[in-house]
Nanobody, 124 residues
Framework: QVQLVESGGGSVQAGGSLRLSCAAS???????MGWFRQAAGGEREGVAS???????RYIDSVAGRFTVSVENTKNIVYLQMNSVTPEDAGIYYC???????????????????WGQGTQVTVSS
């Protein structure tokens, strides 16, 4: 079992940057790590994922602006958010899956472990 704790959320102006962190309680080297977000009144959507092979995937709206990375020695997953827009606001969740692929990574149902979320607010 893996416990995940997100941090790094806060308020940022549109066009600014923010880095979210997700600290895992154990070795995440074999997991597919995902970042999800949920806007107020909206559905939870997959934003980015890093497969255990090192491959990364992003939804179109954040591609080129967000970067997911893993610091394996510390079992920390990062989401670097650049050029943020008001549409990027929401609660961001980190999740771990024992298996994902190019098709399944955005679906929350395949993730086994979740963090509690961290709030991101974007002011225009």
């Amino acid at each position: 079992q893996v416990q995940l704790v997100e941090s790094g959320g806060g308020s940022v102006q549109a066009g600014g940057s923010l880095r979210l962190s997700c600290a895992a309680s154990g070795d995440i080297g074999s997991y597919c790590m995902g970042w999800f977000r949920q806007a107020a009144g909206g559905e939870r959507e997959g934003v980015a994922s890093r497969f255990n092979t090192g491959t990364t995937r992003y939804i179109d709206s954040v591609a080129g602006r967000f970067t997911v990375s893993v610091e394996n020695t510390k079992n920390i997953v990062y989401l670097q958010m650049n050029s943020v827009t008001p549409e990027d606001a929401g609660i961001y969740y980190c999740a771990a899956s024992t298996s994902c692929n190019f098709i399944t990574w955005p679906f929350s149902s395949i993730y086994n472990y979740w963090g509690q979320g961290t709030q991101v607010t974007v002011s225009s």
